[in-house]
């Protein structure tokens, strides 16, 4: 047994059977290790940023985290967009990056480069692997960082002589590493947080992690019925339970006036798994901070904390029975969804939230045509709904992969910017080459119009020719279903109402990737 059979043992002793991989040279003997190793399933992304953003989906609903395979600093710095949103997201991976030998280094090779520099940005913990000896120690030592409660980033660097080598007799066979638990919630932030509720004066729970599905959810859901107060999730999450069963949540919006306006008559603002809200970006003449001034802001617990636990406390320090009725859902009027006509985001957005399938796992990279989709998924049929959390776009594609690898039962759909799908377009033959059950919809609207609102929001209101251009995808526009099809996904374009409602339809009712190019 070699270095690099170590590490693939030690991964699967710890139940890591899962690799989003874009290997090079230095990563070889790894690549031979795992094509022993049947367990692993082995899965290629065509860019490295697919890699990450394929892991960060697998372990959103999987539960626990996949390992990835990337190719020196360069390959690391290609992952490094959606590695920020899977932090964002306290997503649990274990990145596995390749090095040059460790007597190779010193003769500076064109891909030499400080390989920890690249990744400590993006992770909560770096190590590098001295030898084949120690290299099942610290493999257990990244994996036990990486589930850490709600999860990290870890990225062990692999030299390519510590992954030949073979292992010293006596060296002790690859292990599971224990599993740290979260944190227990304070009784005193439990009791603070039921004074400001039973204060009378307007409270919000702002909810976030694992405090927006199962357990805590419902309990939420119990608190609100029963007190009144509101509750809330943060503008971006790593998985939102939604639909008509379950407790409705509405999202802080994203623009920073309506965030404001969101927040204006809030006296006690509960922290619970979510942290105090901030514009995305600074604007001329508005406020950095959303909520009004003279607001108490309290933090019952972090993401840290078990948040089931938590949220189930404060139902009972409220007097509250686990059986006690919850706060329901909108009911999404048939009348209010689009027959016919001209194809627009908003009929769009009607459209999946009424035809979306029971458990959908919905990968949600719409960006600015998708905003109703917040409100309108409360009505749907019970699914989960994956976000962009770190706003590094090029999330959307390569989340539903991993999605769909981790709960091959269910089906994915996938809500797409058409300038952010570019970034990691590559995603749609990694659908293909594996055959998963993906549905894109593309908002086909040809320009970054987040873009164009927030030059209005900066103050801009006449662009001319130079800034059209840095902000239109137009001239050529994008063709997605030659795209689509060019990576052996099906394709269709659709201009109306009815003909998107028929290919929705057919997509659901099927198997395997599909794609809708939706002109709007």
């Known amino acids: 047994m070699n270095g690099a059979d170590s590490l693939c043992d030690t991964l699967l002793a710890n139940d890591i059977d899962v690799c989003f991989a874009n290997p090079g040279t230095s990563e070889m003997h790894f690549v031979a290790a795992l094509d022993r190793k049947p367990r692993m399933r082995?899965?290629?992304?065509?860019?490295?940023?697919?890699?990450?953003?394929?892991?960060?989906g697998y372990a959103r609903m999987a539960g626990k985290p996949a390992a990835t395979l990337l190719h020196l600093g360069p390959g690391l710095g290609n992952a490094l967009a959606n590695l920020h949103n899977a932090k964002r997201a306290r997503t649990p991976?274990?990145?596995?990056?390749?090095?040059?030998?460790?007597?190779?280094?010193?003769?500076?090779?064109?891909?030499?480069?400080?390989v920890e520099a690249v990744a400590r940005p993006m992770s909560h913990w770096v190590g590098r692997i001295e030898d084949a000896a120690s290299l099942s120690a610290r493999a257990g030592e990244a994996i036990r960082v990486a589930r850490r409660a709600p999860g990290n980033i870890a990225t062990l660097i692999l030299p390519a002589d510590a992954a030949w080598t073979d292992l010293p007799d006596g060296a002790p066979?690859?292990?599971?590493?224990?599993?740290?638990?979260?944190?227990?919630?304070?009784?005193?932030?439990?009791?603070?947080?039921?004074?400001?509720?039973?204060?009378?004066?307007?409270?919000?729970?702002?909810?976030?992690?694992?405090?927006?599905?199962?357990?805590?959810?419902?309990?939420?859901?119990?608190?609100?019925?029963?007190?009144?107060?509101?509750?809330?999730?943060?503008?971006?999450?790593?998985?939102?339970?939604?639909?008509?069963?379950?407790?409705?949540?509405?999202?802080?919006?994203?623009?920073v006036d309506m965030a404001v306006a969101f927040l204006r008559d809030v006296r006690h603002l509960v922290l619970i798994g979510a942290s105090r809200p901030v514009a995305f970006f600074a604007y001329p003449g508005k406020?950095?901070?959303?909520?009004?001034?003279?607001?108490?802001?309290?933090?019952?617990?972090?993401?840290?904390?078990?948040?089931?636990?938590?949220?189930?406390?404060?139902?009972?320090?409220?007097?509250?029975?686990?059986?006690?009725?919850?706060?329901?859902g909108p009911v999404l009027d048939s009348s209010d969804i689009p027959q016919s006509g001209r194809l627009t985001?908003?009929?769009?957005?009607?459209?999946?939230?009424?035809?979306?399938?029971?458990?959908?796992?919905?990968?949600?990279?719409?960006?600015?045509?998708?905003?109703e989709l917040s409100t309108f998924g409360m009505s749907a049929r019970p699914h989960d709904w994956l976000q962009l959390t770190g706003g590094a776009i090029g999330i959307g594609l390569p989340m539903?992969?991993?999605?769909?690898?981790?709960?091959?039962?269910?089906?994915?759909?996938?809500?797409?910017?058409?300038?952010?799908?570019?970034?990691?377009?590559?995603?749609?033959?990694?659908?293909?080459?594996?055959?998963?059950?993906?549905?894109?919809v593309v908002y086909a609207n040809r320009t970054y119009a987040t873009l164009h609102g927030e030059m209005k929001n900066v103050g801009v209101q006449q662009m001319g020719e130079n800034a059209r251009r840095m902000l239109d995808l137009d001239n050529p526009s994008l063709d997605w279903v030659h795209l689509a099809r060019g990576m052996g996904v099906e394709a269709v374009r659709v201009e109306?109402?009815?003909?998107?409602?028929?290919?929705?339809?057919?997509?659901?009712?099927?198997?395997?990737?599909?794609?809708?190019?939706?002109l709007i």
């Open 42 to 56: 082995c899965v290629l992304g065509l860019f490295e940023g697919v890699v990450t953003g394929a892991a960060d």
């Open 93 to 114: 991976m274990v990145n596995v990056v390749g090095d040059h030998a460790t007597y190779h280094v010193q003769y500076d090779a064109p891909l030499t480069s400080d």
């Open 173 to 255: 066979a690859p292990a599971a590493v224990p599993l740290e638990g979260p944190k227990a919630p304070d009784a005193q932030a439990i009791r603070a947080a039921a004074d400001a509720i039973r204060s009378g004066q307007t409270t919000l729970l702002l909810l976030g992690g694992t405090a927006l599905h199962g357990r805590a959810l419902a309990a939420a859901g119990r608190i609100a019925h029963a007190t009144g107060v509101r509750l809330a999730c943060e503008t971006s999450n790593r998985r939102v339970e939604r639909g008509i069963t379950r407790t409705p949540l509405p999202r802080l919006p994203y623009p």
């Open 287 to 328: 406020p950095s901070l959303m909520a009004p001034e003279g607001c108490g802001i309290q933090s019952m617990a972090s993401v840290e904390h078990d948040l089931d636990h938590a949220l189930e406390w404060l139902a009972e320090e409220l007097g509250i029975a686990s059986d006690a009725p919850q706060i329901q």
């Open 345 to 371: 985001s908003a009929a769009v957005n009607r459209i999946v939230a009424h035809l979306l399938p029971e458990h959908a796992i919905v990968c949600d990279e719409s960006i600015t045509q998708g905003r």
């Open 400 to 440: 539903a992969a991993g999605a769909a690898i981790a709960c091959p039962e269910r089906k994915v759909v996938t809500l797409q910017a058409d300038g952010s799908g570019m970034y990691t377009v590559q995603a749609l033959w990694t659908q293909a080459r594996e055959q998963l059950d993906c549905v894109t």
């Open 496 to 518: 109306t109402v009815e003909d998107f409602t028929r290919a929705l339809r057919g997509a659901f009712g099927r198997k395997g990737p599909y794609l809708i190019e939706a």
